[in-house]
Nanobody
Framework: EVQLQASGGGLVQPGGSLRLSCAAS????????MSWVRQAPGKQRELVAR???????DYVDSVKGRFTISRNNAKNTMYLQMNGLVPEDTAVYYC?????????WGQGTKVTVSS
């Protein structure tokens, strides 16, 4: 059974930083692309960043230059370093993997950017 556990969210002031982590189990972590997806209040889920099995990252334009996605295959963990946070980054952040034909999601971690 795929399990994804996101952590690291919290309240931060504009311009601040947070580091999210996603601990994964139940599948061969290093063989799959992993994603961070966020959902702001009243909005649809948005793909923020993904990292392919070979380590190649991809970002939505709004976070390029501010967010960095990474993975540690030895620890079955994915990260999202978020710098220069703005109020528009406020959302619940989910980690995601498309495994054996279906999307699997963690429980989400809430990020609030506010002064």
């Amino acid at each position: 059974e795929v399990q994804l556990q996101a952590s690291g969210g919290g309240l931060v002031q504009p311009g601040g930083s947070l580091r999210l982590s996603c601990a994964a189990s139940g599948f061969t972590f290093g063989s799959y692309a992993m994603s961070w997806v966020r959902q702001a209040p009243g909005k649809q889920r948005e793909l923020v960043a993904r990292i392919f099995a070979n380590g190649t990252p991809d970002y939505v334009d709004s976070v390029k230059g501010r967010f960095t996605i990474s993975r540690n295959n030895a620890k079955n963990t994915m990260y999202l370093q978020m710098n220069g946070l703005v109020p528009e980054d406020t959302a619940v952040y989910y980690c995601n993997v498309f495994h054996r034909g279906r999307d699997s999601w963690g429980q989400g971690t809430k990020v609030t950017v506010s002064s």
